[in-house]
């Protein structure tokens, strides 16, 4: 899989800003213009058929991506929408990476060249369609007009045109030249879903077979000539810069050729990883610590407590809801969400050669004209003189939604004869990374003859929309923060939402996995059983009676109730331990999900999750198989945020640097996973995200129902559980 030659950053014409969708802006764009002709040079260099596909005679296809692959199968999943309407098999694909180019490759969904948001498939799913239905009706032309008849006689199948009249066939390599000299229609027919060949089954992915030799170049395998490995370090204290460094033993160290000091980094440059990692720790570095040197947690808690407590901007209001949360019935809950790290299993890495006039680098990221753009800036080039080679990613999960990577590591080139590859150690992409924000929600409701009739949902919290793209912040409201808090699944009367934003600038924050919706299904879900297990209703049962204009959450909500045996006892475990068993429910990205964990927990608080079983609605299926390891990844990731996430600040230092003390799930805490689907014809929603987003109050809600103990901030703290077992 090779990255393509960089041409020139362009914007795409912007024509309606919308809704949000899948945690990111939505943006009415207009899609992709194939209608015009190639160029005669063009079509005979490489019979590019339109900004996706490129056929060359030896009858190999290439296939454009528009998005990233970071392990979701994207690469997959788009090559089986364009190969649909192509005609042709998956196993005739040949995957590459898009250029940095907004006009061929922004992201419809998005309005900006982005993985991310949940939004391939919901995104891409019609556009790509329409290339391959476009470049298939290109072929069928060109063969009608070499054989001199109505090409409504022809069809195509196996990357070939046929003529089943005269028995003549010819393949799309030996016609593609004339092809790409003809003019598509401004609209084509797509195949109805029971045409489908591949679109809607299991298929294997394109990108495991070299991932399984260890064949793929991920941007931290790069290897260029004469390159040097570069490592750093940044101020343990935020905000802090460099005071004074002694490299003395560093440069004795062999293979360590160079140390370079910033402002507010240093960076040792060797041979090899180990020499600039064992020269990095030879350094006696002093920091400047800054105004941030007695910065820690419980003050930015209480701090966003307090902002909590003012007035929001109202991002949502139905009927009266403040004229409803009075008297008896009310109740009200605060919920609260630490700062999170991204802990992608590759660590920040990116590689840069700089020339006279022209930087080229190699790195994996969710934003390629984002990264161009950053690494001319921080070279002092124009953006057209950057040539971007993207390479697979080894989990974005948002951190390469941001490119200070690639700006700090062609500041480091500045000073660095030849290429240099600059990797962050495990320590550093942990105490240096863009995290999760604080969340807190607040929310009340009102209950009356065992309904909601009020509801009101209070959202406190910085605005990453306002830095990261900042048309997207309007009128003081974070479309992101409130999402799945403004649209539910659920028909309250009354309801209001608010956003208040709060903003702690010498903590960096970006997109953590599962977005705003994080936050907002938490406080919703476990809000929602609260008053269900107070009331004496069961918590499907309350779910389901304020379900009104959604069926579709209905579905997965009832899908969930019957797969998991709902209504069945839980059977004590061996070595004793309170058992529970709690549900959740989202409706956002474009999808439904209900799922349904069950927990045993222990005397002294500890929780074991021993089962989880989702319900998945996301319209029209691409790859099933994607799909169930989308549902299971997301689970995993969230499970790890629900028992051991969390980032802490003492003394103005990150606390946490490694796998010991940011621990992830492990092998033996696993659950068993269940994945069911509902198979319709709707269009494609999102599912990087929401398993993520349910399985959190899920176990939340199953913890409640073992204990009686409602726990409101994350991770699940075992001394709460354990006092409440006294």
Same mark, same amino acid.
């Given at each position: 899989?090779?990255?393509?030659?960089?041409?020139?950053?362009?914007?795409?014409?912007?024509?309606?800003?919308?809704?949000?969708?899948?945690?990111?802006?939505?943006?009415?764009?207009?899609?992709?213009?194939?209608?015009?002709?190639?160029?005669?040079?063009?079509?005979?260099?490489?019979?590019?058929?339109?900004?996706?596909?490129?056929?060359?005679?030896?009858?190999?296809?290439?296939?454009?991506?528009?998005?990233?692959?970071?392990?979701?199968?994207?690469?997959?999943?788009?090559?089986?929408?364009?190969?649909?309407?192509?005609?042709?098999?998956?196993?005739?694909?040949?995957?590459?990476?898009?250029?940095?180019?907004?006009?061929?490759?922004?992201?419809?969904?998005?309005?900006?060249?982005?993985?991310?948001?949940?939004?391939?498939?919901?995104?891409?799913?019609?556009?790509?369609?329409?290339?391959?239905?476009? /470049?298939?009706?290109?072929?069928?032309?060109?063969? /009608?007009?070499?054989?001199?008849?109505?090409?409504?006689?022809?069809?195509?199948?196996?990357?070939?045109?046929?003529?089943?009249?005269?028995?003549?066939?010819?393949?799309?390599?030996?016609?593609?030249?004339?092809?790409?000299?003809?003019?598509?229609?401004?609209?084509?027919?797509?195949?109805?879903?029971?045409?489908?060949?591949?679109?809607?089954?299991?298929?294997?992915?394109?990108?495991?077979?070299?991932?399984?030799?260890?064949?793929?170049?991920?941007?931290?395998?790069?290897?260029?000539?004469?390159?040097?490995?570069?490592?750093?370090?940044?101020?343990?204290?935020?905000?802090?810069?460099?005071?004074?460094?002694?490299?003395?033993?560093?440069?004795?160290?062999?293979?360590?050729?160079?140390?370079? $000091?910033?402002?507010?980094?240093?960076?040792?440059?060797?041979?090899?990883?180990?020499?600039?990692?064992?020269?990095?720790?030879?350094?006696?570095?002093?920091?400047?610590?800054?105004?941030?040197?007695?910065?820690?947690?419980?003050?930015?808690?209480?701090?966003?407590?307090?902002?909590?407590?003012?007035?929001?901007?109202?991002?949502?209001?139905?009927?009266?809801?403040?004229?409803?949360?009075?008297?008896?019935?009310?109740?009200?809950?605060?919920?609260?969400?630490?700062?999170?790290?991204?802990? /992608?299993?590759?660590?920040?890495?990116?590689?840069?050669?700089?020339?006279?006039?022209?930087?080229?680098?190699?790195?994996?990221?969710?934003?390629?004209?984002?990264?161009?753009?950053?690494?001319?800036?921080?070279?002092?080039?124009?953006?057209?003189?950057?040539?971007?080679?993207?390479?697979?990613?080894?989990?974005?999960?948002?951190?390469?939604?941001?490119?200070?990577?690639?700006?700090?590591?062609?500041?480091?080139?500045?000073?660095?004869?030849?290429?240099?590859?600059?990797?962050?150690?495990?320590?550093?992409?942990?105490?240096?990374?863009?995290?999760?924000?604080?969340?807190?929600?607040?929310?009340?409701?009102?209950?009356?003859?065992?309904?909601?009739?009020?509801?009101?949902?209070?959202?406190?919290?910085?605005?990453?929309?306002?830095?990261?793209?900042?048309?997207?912040?309007?009128?003081?409201?974070?479309?992101?923060?409130?999402?799945?808090?403004?649209?539910?699944?659920?028909?309250?009367?009354?309801?209001?939402?608010?956003?208040?934003?709060?903003?702690?600038?010498?903590?960096?924050?970006?997109?953590?996995?599962?977005?705003?919706?994080?936050?907002?299904?938490?406080?919703?879900?476990?809000?929602?059983?609260?008053?269900?297990?107070?009331?004496?209703?069961?918590?499907?049962?309350?779910?389901?009676?304020?379900?009104?204009?959604?069926?579709?959450?209905?579905?997965?909500?009832?899908?969930?109730?019957?797969?998991?045996?709902?209504?069945?006892?839980?059977?004590?475990?061996?070595?004793?331990?309170?058992?529970?068993?709690?549900?959740?429910?989202?409706?956002?990205?474009?999808?439904?999900?209900?799922? $349904?964990?069950?927990?045993?927990?222990?005397?002294?608080?500890?929780?074991?999750?021993?089962?989880?079983?989702?319900?998945?609605?996301?319209?029209?299926?691409?790859?099933?198989?994607?799909?169930?390891?989308?549902?299971?990844?997301?689970?995993?990731?969230?499970?790890?945020?629900?028992?051991?996430?969390?980032?802490?600040?003492?003394?103005?230092?990150?606390?946490?640097?490694?796998?010991?003390?940011?621990?992830?799930?492990?092998?033996?805490?696993?659950?068993?996973?269940?994945?069911?689907?509902?198979?319709?014809?709707?269009?494609?929603?999102?599912?990087?995200?929401?398993?993520?987003?349910?399985?959190?109050?899920?176990?939340?809600?199953?913890?409640?129902?073992?204990?009686?103990?409602?726990?409101?901030?994350?991770?699940?703290?075992?001394?709460?559980?354990?006092?409440?077992?006294?």
């Amino acid at each position: 899989m090779t990255a393509s030659r960089v041409p020139t950053l362009s914007r795409r014409s912007l024509i309606q800003a919308g809704a949000l969708a899948g945690g990111g802006l939505m943006l009415g764009v207009g899609l992709f213009d194939t209608s015009a002709p190639a160029t005669a040079s063009n079509a005979s260099a490489g019979r590019r058929l339109n900004a996706f596909i490129r056929i060359l005679p030896d009858e190999s296809v290439t296939m454009i991506m528009p998005a990233v692959e970071m392990g979701q199968g994207a690469y997959t999943s788009m090559a089986m929408m364009l190969a649909e309407e192509l005609d042709i098999d998956l196993g005739e694909v040949v995957v590459e990476h898009a250029p940095p180019d907004q006009k061929d490759y922004g992201n419809p969904a998005l309005g900006e060249q982005i993985t991310g948001g949940s939004t391939t498939t919901l995104a891409w799913f019609l556009p790509l369609r329409t290339a391959g239905a476009k /470049a298939r009706f290109m072929l069928i032309a060109a063969a /009608a007009r070499q054989w001199g008849i109505d090409a409504k006689l022809l069809r195509t199948e196996g990357g070939k045109v046929l003529d089943d009249a005269s028995g003549r066939s010819a393949t799309y390599g030996s016609l593609a030249a004339r092809a790409a000299m003809i003019v598509p229609p401004a609209e084509v027919p797509l195949k109805t879903s029971d045409r489908f060949r591949l679109i809607g089954r299991s298929l294997r992915r394109l990108d495991t077979p070299d991932k399984v030799v260890g064949k793929t170049i991920y941007g931290i395998d790069v290897a260029l000539p004469g390159m040097k490995i570069a490592t750093l370090a940044a101020s343990p204290i935020l905000g802090g810069t460099v005071a004074h460094v002694d490299d003395t033993q560093a440069l004795r160290v062999p293979g360590v050729r160079q140390v370079v $000091v910033l402002d507010d980094m240093v960076a040792v440059v060797g041979d090899h990883m180990w020499a600039a990692k064992q020269g990095l720790e030879a350094l006696e570095i002093s920091w400047n610590d800054g105004p941030n040197a007695a910065l820690a947690s419980n003050d930015l808690w209480t701090k966003l407590d307090r902002a909590s407590r003012g007035v929001g901007v109202v991002a949502k209001s139905v009927g009266d809801a403040d004229g409803h949360l009075v008297g008896d019935g009310l109740y009200e809950t605060a919920f609260e969400l630490p700062y999170l790290a991204h802990a /992608a299993l590759e660590p920040l890495n990116c590689t840069v050669h700089l020339r006279p006039g022209a930087c080229e680098i190699w790195v994996g990221t969710q934003v390629m004209g984002k990264a161009q753009t950053a690494a001319a800036q921080a070279a002092g080039l124009d953006p057209s003189q950057v040539i971007v080679h993207n390479h697979m990613i080894g989990g974005g999960f948002g951190r390469r939604l941001e490119v200070d990577c690639v700006t700090n590591a062609v500041r480091i080139a500045r000073h660095v004869a030849g290429p240099v590859k600059v990797i962050w150690t495990r320590e550093e992409d942990i105490r240096q990374d863009k995290f999760r924000p604080l969340y807190h929600m607040r929310t009340r409701a009102k209950v009356e003859a065992g309904r909601i009739t009020a509801w009101h949902h209070r959202i406190t919290g910085p605005s990453i929309l306002a830095r990261w793209l900042p048309g997207a912040f309007q009128k003081g409201i974070d479309p992101d923060a409130v999402d799945a808090a403004v649209d539910t699944p659920y028909d309250f009367p009354n309801m209001l939402v608010e956003f208040i934003r709060h903003e702690t600038p010498v903590v960096p924050t970006a997109f953590w996995r599962g977005v705003g919706p994080n936050a907002n299904v938490f406080a919703a879900e476990c809000m929602i059983d609260k008053i269900a297990h107070d009331q004496g209703i069961d918590p499907i049962a309350l779910r389901r009676s304020m379900i009104g204009t959604k069926p579709r959450a209905r579905a997965v909500l009832d899908l969930a109730a019957a797969k998991s045996g709902w209504n069945t006892p839980l059977a004590g475990v061996p070595g004793g331990g309170r058992v529970g068993r709690g549900i959740a429910l989202l409706a956002a990205f474009g999808s439904f999900i209900a799922t $349904v964990a069950e927990v045993v927990v222990a005397d002294d608080g500890t929780v074991r999750v021993t089962r989880i079983v989702s319900a998945v609605d996301v319209g029209q299926i691409v790859n099933p198989n994607t799909l169930e390891a989308q549902v299971q990844g997301g689970t995993v990731f969230g499970l790890s945020a629900v028992l051991h996430g969390e980032i802490t600040i003492e003394r103005g230092r990150i606390q946490q640097s490694n796998f010991n003390d940011y621990r992830v799930t492990r092998i033996d805490e696993m659950p068993v996973l269940e994945c069911h689907f509902v198979r319709n014809s709707e269009a494609p929603g999102g599912i990087g995200e929401p398993g993520t987003v349910t399985v959190q109050p899920a176990i939340v809600n199953a913890v409640f129902a073992a204990t009686g103990v409602q726990l409101t901030r994350m991770p699940i703290d075992a001394t709460n559980l354990a006092r409440g077992a006294a």
